[in-house]
């Protein structure tokens, strides 16, 4: 019945009053709305909350709306602000340090007593558009060696930047193993995740192959997942006991089906540490201890600068935030934020700096709340309002480019419309919501923004992705 609905709106739109208007030369604003209704009444949304704004990019002028001043879970869409806040206040150019520090008396010397590494939350160090996933901690090793050093006895972790929790108390508990809801730490390394590679064996009922990156022993490996026949159901899940890195596997893969996923770690600063201790050995450093600051007893007056990283600018790194919708970066990028305007990162002191970065824009505080900066959390709300405010806003400032760059385009979606091109997107999916906003062009060439917030448990998400595209496709078709 869904399915039947949804294309008996598409063919209304495309193959009817589309085509007739194109004739008769007479689409406007009136017609969208039309439209709008007719697609928002389609069985997909039926029983929803929906919060539906569009509106000139340029002015702000609404041409169409539906209970714009509803707030609903935003879901990713929150990046939008988050990612806003972040390029004006720290700036396109900033980049998140990571410092090595030894001891004053020991420069010049092979051996080091001791080397910290001072970690700024870069959620970059990664194999993400890097020749493998090591390549800087190989980088940095060539940096100490060109100090001489071959020996370090004590690495230091100095992960003070960030404050504690790593994780927002809102966040499930039941989903704190997946790659979406990583802990923050202010030394990261690959996402803060190990990746998986799941192959299942020759015969049904064996044990699969888990294939683990990086490959140090970090992970305590419990598998009692089952190989299934071919064309069987992939049930294949993992949980990781909470405040430790055991990962017991369960259900089955069927024969003839690889699959790849990622497991979030606990402590993530030392599963940095094991892995570039194991890179530098390769390189001919050996590091004996891995310690945190608080157990270093330490002077910071006793130690000099060694050598330091710059990550990619921040104008990079939001292409990560709001293409990827990786959530790392976006809780990272917030709790610097917090920490370069507010001296504290945490997630209260940089949602605090983002909810005064939108009143400041004009958004009134009753169309948002914000708990996170990656929009996971349940307690988050915005209206669609807010949002095409936030847009319309960006629009009108010189970081327009670089936010307007920084989304995705519609190339999987929009079944190949040619005004598909001229959009610009940020998907947002979680629990009961499923949103997208941003911007598109009309065929006149004028830009828009807008915001479709669609909240119900039990959705059916391709059948919601499929009927906001028709509302997008008929906005950029129907809209002077």
């Given at each position: 019945?869904?399915?039947?609905?949804?294309?008996?709106?598409?063919?209304?739109?495309?193959?009817?009053?589309?085509?007739?208007?194109?004739?008769?030369?007479?689409?406007?604003?009136?017609?969208?709305?039309?439209?709008?209704?007719?697609?928002?009444?389609?069985?997909?949304?039926?029983?929803?909350?929906?919060?539906?704004?569009?509106?000139?990019?340029?002015?702000?002028?609404?041409?169409?709306?539906?209970?714009?001043?509803?707030?609903?879970?935003?879901?990713?869409?929150?990046?939008?602000?988050?990612?806003?806040?972040?390029?004006?206040?720290?700036?396109?150019?900033?980049?998140?340090?990571?410092?090595?520090?030894?001891?004053?008396?020991?420069?010049?010397?092979?051996?080091?007593?001791?080397?910290?590494?001072?970690?700024?939350?870069?959620?970059?160090?990664?194999?993400?558009?890097?020749?493998?996933?090591?390549?800087?901690?190989?980088?940095?090793?060539?940096?100490?060696?060109?100090?001489?050093?071959?020996?370090?006895?004590?690495?230091?972790?100095?992960?003070?930047?960030?404050?504690?929790?790593?994780?927002?108390?809102?966040?499930?508990?039941?989903?704190?193993?997946?790659?979406?809801?990583?802990?923050?730490?202010?030394?990261?390394?690959?996402?803060?995740?190990?990746?998986?590679?799941?192959?299942?064996?020759?015969?049904?009922?064996?044990?699969?192959?888990?294939?683990?990156?990086?490959?140090?022993?970090?992970?305590?490996?419990?598998?009692?997942?089952?190989?299934?026949?071919?064309?069987?159901?992939?049930?294949?899940?993992?949980?990781?006991?909470?405040?430790?890195?055991?990962?017991?596997?369960?259900?089955?893969?069927?024969?003839?089906?690889?699959?790849?996923?990622?497991?979030?770690?606990?402590?993530?600063?030392?599963?940095?540490?094991?892995?570039?201790?194991?890179?530098?050995?390769?390189?001919?450093?050996?590091?004996?201890?891995?310690?945190?600051?608080?157990?270093?007893?330490?002077?910071?007056?006793?130690?000099?600068?060694?050598?330091?990283?710059?990550?990619?600018?921040?104008?990079?790194?939001?292409?990560?935030?709001?293409?990827?919708?990786?959530?790392?970066?976006?809780?990272?990028?917030?709790?610097?934020?917090?920490?370069?305007?507010?001296?504290?990162?945490?997630?209260?002191?940089?949602?605090?700096?983002?909810?005064?970065?939108?009143?400041?824009?004009?958004?009134?505080?009753?169309?948002?709340?914000?708990?996170?900066?990656?929009?996971?959390?349940?307690?988050?709300?915005?209206?669609?309002?807010?949002?095409?405010?936030?847009?319309?806003?960006?629009?009108?400032?010189?970081?327009?480019?670089?936010?307007?760059?920084?989304?995705?385009?519609?190339?999987?979606?929009?079944?190949?419309?040619?005004?598909?091109?001229?959009?610009?997107?940020?998907?947002?999916?979680?629990?009961?919501?499923?949103?997208?906003?941003?911007?598109?062009?009309?065929?006149?060439?004028?830009?828009?923004?807008?915001?479709?917030?669609?909240?119900?448990?039990?959705?059916?998400?391709?059948?919601?992705?499929?009927?906001?595209d028709e509302l997008c496709l008929a906005a950029a078709h129907y809209l002077p």
């Open positions: 019945m869904v399915s039947y609905m949804l294309k008996r709106a598409k063919n209304l739109i495309s193959a009817g009053c589309l085509l007739g208007c194109l004739a008769a030369g007479t689409l406007s604003a009136q017609d969208f709305k039309a439209r709008a209704a007719a697609i928002l009444s389609t069985g997909p949304f039926a029983g929803a909350q929906l919060s539906v704004v569009f509106a000139s990019a340029l002015d702000g002028a609404v041409l169409y709306s539906r209970a714009p001043g509803l707030p609903l879970v935003p879901a990713s869409t929150a990046k939008l602000a988050t990612s806003a806040a972040a390029l004006m206040r720290l700036t396109t150019d900033f980049h998140f340090n990571t410092a090595f520090l030894m001891r004053k008396e020991e420069r010049g010397q092979k051996k080091l007593s001791v080397l910290v590494w001072r970690g700024t939350g870069d959620p970059s160090l990664s194999g993400r558009g890097r020749a493998s996933l090591n390549e800087i901690f190989e980088v940095w090793a060539d940096s100490l060696a060109a100090l001489g050093v071959n020996k370090v006895k004590r690495l230091v972790l100095d992960g003070r930047y960030f404050e504690a929790p790593a994780v927002h108390p809102s966040w499930p508990d039941r989903e704190m193993s997946y790659w979406y809801q990583a802990e923050t730490s202010a030394i990261a390394f690959n996402d803060n995740c190990v990746d998986l590679e799941f192959r299942p064996a020759a015969k049904p009922g064996r044990r699969p192959e888990i294939i683990l990156t990086p490959e140090i022993g970090y992970l305590k490996v419990k598998n009692k997942a089952v190989t299934g026949a071919p064309g069987s159901r992939f049930t294949l899940d993992y949980s990781r006991e909470p405040g430790t890195n055991t990962v017991t596997f369960s259900g089955s893969i069927p024969i003839g089906r690889n699959r790849r996923d990622y497991v979030a770690v606990h402590d993530p600063a030392r599963l940095a540490a094991e892995a570039l201790k194991r890179a530098w050995k390769k390189k001919g450093i050996k590091v004996s201890s891995i310690v945190p600051w608080e157990k270093a007893g330490l002077k910071e007056e006793d130690l000099a600068p060694a050598f330091d990283w710059n990550s990619q600018p921040l104008a990079e790194l939001v292409k990560v935030v709001n293409t990827n919708s990786q959530n790392l970066y976006a809780e990272h990028i917030l709790k610097a934020l917090a920490k370069e305007a507010a001296g504290r990162g945490a997630f209260d002191a940089g949602t605090e700096l983002v909810g005064n970065f939108l009143a400041a824009a004009g958004i009134g505080r009753e169309q948002f709340n914000l708990a996170d900066g990656s929009g996971l959390s349940l307690e988050n709300r915005f209206t669609a309002a807010g949002l095409v405010k936030l847009l319309v806003y960006m629009h009108g400032t010189p970081l327009f480019p670089v936010y307007y760059g920084s989304l995705a385009t519609a190339k999987k979606r929009m079944k190949g419309d040619p005004l598909a091109e001229g959009m610009r997107l940020k998907r947002g999916t979680v629990g009961p919501a499923r949103n997208l906003a941003g911007y598109l062009h009309s065929a006149s060439g004028k830009l828009y923004a807008f915001a479709v917030l669609v909240n119900a448990p039990g959705l059916d998400r391709p059948a919601v992705d499929e009927g906001i």
